[in-house]
């Protein structure tokens, strides 16, 4: 190895993270973002992000930040774990309550990033004796940034224009695929998805903080009946508190009425109804980009109204903690008999399978089967096509078969069969058992 390539390899960074963690005689102060720094001047650059995780990750034994996966044009994809006094490890953390928070999918709706980053260093370096405890019990994942090539390009999509926000199911894009794996390998309680919406002109859709979960009809009844509560007494309250008007998101509100419009409510591609799917709590947050939208567009780009998007998303974050610390085991004991419910229909076949509807909406006769296939049969093609996503949805096979006596029962009629929206192959169901 040659120690003087290394070395002026890593200068940008060491510099990077000297500029933003001042030298002091003792315990060095907390990193700080470029967007906290400007005072929402700018948003903080993908190098800043580096640096400022490296810099969060070197202070503090709380923090493990690793990469789990690479985009198209070479950015890295980062998992930030937390715990105290450190992390706990996969199979620990397994057994207690775990919280996801996913930032910024829609690279052009920057407001949850920055907020990720404001929070998991503040809870990194907090001395707060409530967060301390739950530290000890919990597990808080971040992935700070999960589309970096579309933050970068300013764009809602990754580097190719796919909306990985419709990838959960399917798993073709790398930043799709990272996500996949972190639910897979720590099976999170909650996964809360942090967006922006507008700006919103005309001032149809007019709250600043939308929340949503999950609408999919394939969700176990007491997940979806929880996240609901979360997304209601829990983030819409605590917003509401802050002095955030708030709606459920899909609302349209036309003076004072609520007019419905279908913002892909049950799609199973949307990590809201996926991880619902995959029985964790699946939540939306939606910031509107805009301060106030009679004061029209000008608005949008002003730091005061940015600071204002980033503090209305850390509000989210902590109404997830709060709901977590407070209801953290009952949760685990809920989604884990949620899990073994899924095995247990998948062998009596006694839930039906939807292929539409949500639950604000009635689905077709057609879309109704039950009772359900006991299983589907792929062939070796398809087999070898799906072998990858399979695996990172947690769906087992058995040969060529897949079966529905399983936890990923919910995902399997939607990925495999002909009727799912968003089926990858067309595989035979198995009605002959
Ligand atoms: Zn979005």
């Keep these: 190895m040659d120690l003087r390539k290394v070395l002026v390899g890593m200068l940008p960074a060491v510099l990077a993270v000297t500029a933003i963690v001042?030298?002091?005689?003792?315990?060095?102060?907390?990193?700080?973002?470029?967007?906290?720094?400007?005072?929402?001047?700018?948003?903080?650059?993908?190098?800043?992000?580096?640096?400022?995780?490296?810099?969060?990750?070197?202070?503090?034994?709380?923090?493990?930040?690793?990469?789990?996966?690479?985009?198209?044009?070479?950015?890295?994809l980062h998992l930030v774990r937390l715990g105290y006094p450190a992390p706990a490890s996969r199979a620990a953390a397994l057994r207690r309550p775990t919280t996801l928070f996913v930032c910024t999918q829609h690279g052009n709706e920057p407001a949850g990033r920055e907020a990720c980053l404001q929070r998991l260093r503040d809870l990194a370096f907090t001395d707060d004796a409530e967060l301390i405890a739950q530290l000890k019990q919990q597990t808080?994942?971040?992935v700070p940034s999960a589309n970096p090539d579309g933050r970068e390009a300013d764009a809602r999509g990754n580097s190719d224009g796919t909306d990985i926000n419709r990838d959960h199911l399917n798993?073709?894009?790398?930043?799709?695929?990272?996500?996949a794996e972190v639910v897979r390998?720590?099976?999170?309680?909650?996964?809360?998805?942090?967006?922006?919406?507008?700006?919103?002109?005309?001032?149809?859709?007019?709250?600043?903080?939308?929340?949503?979960w999950p609408r999919n009809l394939n969700v176990d009844e007491d997940v979806h009946a929880q996240a609901k509560e979360l997304a209601l007494d829990f983030i819409t309250k605590d917003e509401e508190t802050a002095g955030y008007s708030t709606d459920e998101y899909g609302m349209y509100e036309l003076a004072d009425q609520d007019i419905h419009q279908s913002a892909g409510d049950g799609d199973e591609g949307i990590a809201r109804n996926t991880m619902g799917l995959r029985h964790s709590l699946g939540i939306l947050v939606e910031t509107r980009v805009d301060g106030d939208p009679r004061n029209g567009p000008q608005e949008l780009e002003e730091p005061a109204v940015r600071l204002r998007r980033v503090a209305a998303h850390t509000v989210a974050i902590d109404a997830t903690l709060r709901f977590m610390r407070e209801r953290g085991d009952a949760v685990v004991r809920l989604t884990s008999r949620a899990r073994a419910r899924a095995v247990e229909e998948g062998r009596l076949r006694n839930e039906p399978v939807y292929f539409g509807g949500a639950d604000n909406a009635e689905p077709t006769e057609e879309q109704i089967q039950?009772?359900?296939?006991?299983?589907?049969?792929?062939?070796?093609?398809?087999?070898?096509?799906?072998?990858?996503?399979?695996?990172l949805l947690g769906i087992r096979t058995r040969g060529t078969y897949v079966p529905m006596t399983q936890q990923a029962e919910p995902l399997i009629p939607l990925l495999l069969d002909e009727r799912g929206a968003r089926h990858s192959v067309a595989a035979k169901p198995d009605t002959k058992c």
């Design 22 to 76: 001042p030298a002091s005689a003792g315990r060095s102060e907390p990193p700080r973002t470029e967007f906290e720094e400007g005072d929402g001047a700018e948003w903080t650059s993908h190098d800043g992000e580096l640096s400022f995780l490296a810099a969060v990750d070197e202070a503090s034994d709380r923090v493990v930040v690793e990469t789990i996966g690479k985009t198209k044009e070479g950015r890295p």
């Design 140 to 142: 808080i994942l971040f």
């Design 171 to 179: 798993l073709e894009t790398p930043e799709g695929r990272a996500m």
């Design 185 to 212: 390998d720590w099976q999170p309680e909650a996964v809360v998805d942090l967006h922006e919406y507008g700006p919103s002109l005309p001032a149809l859709y007019d709250d600043e903080v939308l929340v949503l």
């Design 370 to 391: 039950d009772p359900p296939p006991c299983g589907y049969e792929l062939s070796k093609d398809q087999l070898a096509r799906l072998r990858r996503t399979m695996s």
